[in-house]
């Protein structure tokens, strides 16, 4: 039978039905067929039966095309208590067990530990024997060595919030699985955000039945809120009427903004990693807190930062998934930061496939495995070009982290400071291991390295995901020679100790925000910037208009606050070091080599993540040396990528740009949703900042301070 061609919700369920019926074994004993989010969930009273012979379940998930997940009737639950205390038995002392929750509404139990010990890995005999004996289905959890507020406070929302959870996770299915209206017959991209510009990532695919976001991002450091935001005023449908959004990674760029869709209505689903759902939580928190303290209303409150991690549906890198009825989403490794992904989406029965980067290395750095390239097809490659100019040409990797020694040797050994701004998660745990490799092989002396801000947080859920890095990083950290831990590394900073630290000892202080937009670093720079011992090292993109690209193209003088909160102007007398082959982004060479070697050649390319420049000649060198129809969108832009063959050849066509929005110059947040045609209008007489009093320890994280 064709699932994605045309059936009714009635005959799809009776082919599942039929399926399942016939497969299922009747010893098993099955009592209950749920949708869970885009997987199909079988609760059985003997569910050993068949998750002693996998190849039964195998076969119905490819009969139905759909992920089947075995459940424990609840009536076969061994009592927590009891479960506990049987747990605690066959794991032992050696995984050095720090938490065991229960969450009854999924017959789950996630297992939290510091060490795999005799279980050995995530598929381990050992998990399955406590599945059979208690019911529960285990689910390990490897803790980091230093506590993480973030992870502990992650897993207690979902499992108190477990009944809202199996509710929506029951709609999405029931969604996904409608009945389809129109058969595939078009696929549009419609730029949002972060075309001709880096920030606000945002896109909106769209096909006869389905609108999938990719990204929904904000801009750091925008002057108007026109420019800060992805343009969804301008989408001429209810936010409800979105199937899925699809997150690359998380950094705030490409995740700021999705809370924001929960105020407006949107209940589907947030598809990402879980590494990458676990940064959300802690940066988005920090965004809204950093907000907030800038004297700005942030354009969400903590309600529906709330919904956006209760909506969220984490993936594997590889998993195929139903995101819609006929779209289904596959993320793949992108070697940017922990847990980014390259999204490939598969439309109708393959009739068009699209692959969007979002930020990615390919090149294999010291925390990831380069970028995947094995797709197995792509028509239309939406790509970064954020380092796509002709002369973006990076240092080899190793000359870059000798540079970086070298600069930071330097100053120490003249008695001064390092001061190295970085984003909170990427480049900084990426400079930690290349430090500690350092300080092992003598090529520093000894000396503190101060952390600051959420690095901490952010460190230690890298040290939580061993799974998600190198190989070699990863060995490390199960063989306990974990170089985030290094002796010389100290996370534990107080605000007042900053001055001290900044006029003290030689050290190196590693602080956000990394292109000094804000954040602690911005502290120290102004006790540091005039003592002519003392250097600031930048290692990744500074955007126009920073103060960080400002610093690095060699400003004489810089304004910044004083201890007063008054201007003031300083003179730049500390070394200015910029060392570019560090970066998490893909250099012109290694863009261009992402290409190359897709298994499939696309044939449109839509560049977009850089500035106007650089897309302009990416594109043009796409077209010259693969003869792709390759593109750089402006926002509002919309480019119908695919139509039916029925009406003709299924070519690339610009569609009749969007209005522009109405009126000019800088804007108002208020007025730019009041004014703009579509979900605006719609929204006007409910906008305005209800400016909700953060107060994210005592109701999402009960007691549990993230930070500071
Ligand atoms: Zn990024």
Not at 66 to 76: E, F, G, L, Y
Not at 259 to 273: A, D, E, I, N, Q
Not at 469 to 485: C, G, T, V
Not at 516 to 533: I, N, S
């Amino acid at each position: 039978m064709n699932i994605l061609g045309d059936y009714d919700l009635e005959a799809r369920l009776k082919q599942i039905r039929d399926v399942i019926f016939k497969n299922v074994p009747p010893e098993a004993r099955l009592t209950k067929v749920e949708f869970e989010g885009p997987n199909i969930a079988l609760y059985c009273e003997k569910p050993q039966v068949l998750l002693d012979d996998e190849s039964v379940v195998r076969s119905m998930a490819k009969q139905i095309k759909t992920r089947i997940i075995v459940r424990t009737d609840p009536s076969q639950l061994m009592p927590p208590q009891d479960a506990e205390k049987l747990i605690r038995k066959s794991l032992g002392d050696e995984i050095d067990l720090e938490n065991i929750i229960f969450n009854e509404e999924e017959g789950e139990v996630v297992i939290v530990a510091k060490k795999y010990g005799p279980i050995g890995g995530p598929s381990s005999p050992l998990l399955k024997q406590i599945a059979q004996q208690t019911g529960w289905r285990p689910v390990f959890v490897r803790a980091p060595p230093i506590k993480s507020a973030t992870l502990k406070g992650v897993l207690s929302l979902m499992s108190n919030e477990g009944n809202y959870r199996r509710d929506f996770l029951r709609e999405v299915g029931q969604s996904i699985h409608r009945p389809l209206i129109y058969k595939n017959n078009y696929v549009t991209i419609k730029a949002l955000g972060g075309f001709q510009e880096v920030g606000r990532s945002s896109i909106l695919v769209e096909t006869a039945s389905s609108k999938v976001l990719l990204d929904c991002g904000v801009k750091p450091g925008a002057v108007s809120s026109l420019d800060e935001f992805p343009r969804l005023d301008t989408l001429d449908f209810d936010l409800q009427e979105l199937d899925a959004v699809i997150i690359s990674h998380a950094h705030l760029d490409h995740v700021g903004f999705l809370p924001f869709l929960f105020k407006y209505g949107y209940r589907g689903p947030v598809y990402m990693t879980r590494p990458t759902f676990e940064l959300m939580a802690l940066l988005q928190s920090d965004y809204l807190d950093v907000t907030e303290k800038g004297g700005k209303k942030p354009p969400y409150g903590v309600n529906e930062y709330k919904k956006a991690l209760l909506h969220t549906i984490p993936l594997e890198y590889g998993e195929v998934v139903d995101i819609s009825p006929d779209v289904k989403a596959t993320l793949y490794n992108a070697g940017h930061i922990l847990g980014s992904a390259i999204t490939h989406l598969h439309v109708g029965e393959g009739e068009h496939n699209i692959v969007y980067t979002g930020d990615f290395k390919y090149a294999d750095t010291r925390l990831f495995q380069r970028a995947d390239t094995d797709f197995p097809r792509v028509e239309t490659l939406i790509m970064e070009s954020t380092y796509g100019a002709k002369n973006d040409l990076m240092v080899p990797r190793e000359e870059a982290e000798r540079e970086f020694i070298d600069a930071v040797r330097t100053a120490l050994e003249h008695g001064g400071r390092v001061l190295v701004p970085v984003l909170s998660v990427g480049r900084a745990q990426e400079l930690m291991i290349i430090m500690a490799d350092a300080f092992n092989k003598k090529l520093l002396p000894k000396t503190k390295v101060h952390m600051e801000g959420l690095l901490y947080e952010t460190t230690a859920l890298h040290m939580a995901h061993p799974e998600a890095l190198s190989r070699q990083l990863r060995d490390a950290i199960y063989y306990d020679e974990n170089p985030f831990m290094h002796e010389n590394f100290d996370m534990h900073l107080r605000i007042e100790d900053r001055e001290k630290l900044a006029r003290g000892e030689p050290c190196v202080i590693m602080a956000p925000a990394g292109m000094l937009t804000g954040g602690p670093a911005l502290d120290y720079l102004k006790y540091m910037v005039e003592d002519e011992k003392n250097a600031i090292i930048f290692t990744s993109y500074q955007a126009e208009g920073t103060l960080g690209r400002k610093l690095s193209k060699g400003a004489a003088e810089i304004q910044l606050e004083d201890e007063n909160g008054d201007e003031k102007t300083f003179k730049v007398r500390m070394k200015v070091i910029p060392i570019e082959g560090l970066s998490g982004h893909s250099d012109r060479k290694e863009l261009v080599q992402f290409v190359e070697r897709l298994r499939s050649r696309p044939k449109t390319v839509i560049v977009n993540h850089g500035e106007p420049r650089k897309i302009e000649d990416l594109a043009g060198y796409l077209r010259y040396r693969f003869h792709v129809d390759a593109v750089g969108l402006e926002i509002l832009d919309t480019l119908r990528v695919y139509r039916s063959r029925s009406r003709g050849s299924p070519e690339s066509r610009r569609m009749a740009d969007a209005d522009p929005p109405e009126g000019s110059g800088p804007i108002s947040c208020i007025s730019l949703w009041g004014s703009a045609a579509g979900l605006g209008a719609r929204l006007a007489p409910r906008y305005g900042f209800e400016g909700e009093r953060r107060c994210l320890d005592s109701t999402l994280f009960p007691g549990e301070a993230l930070k500071d």
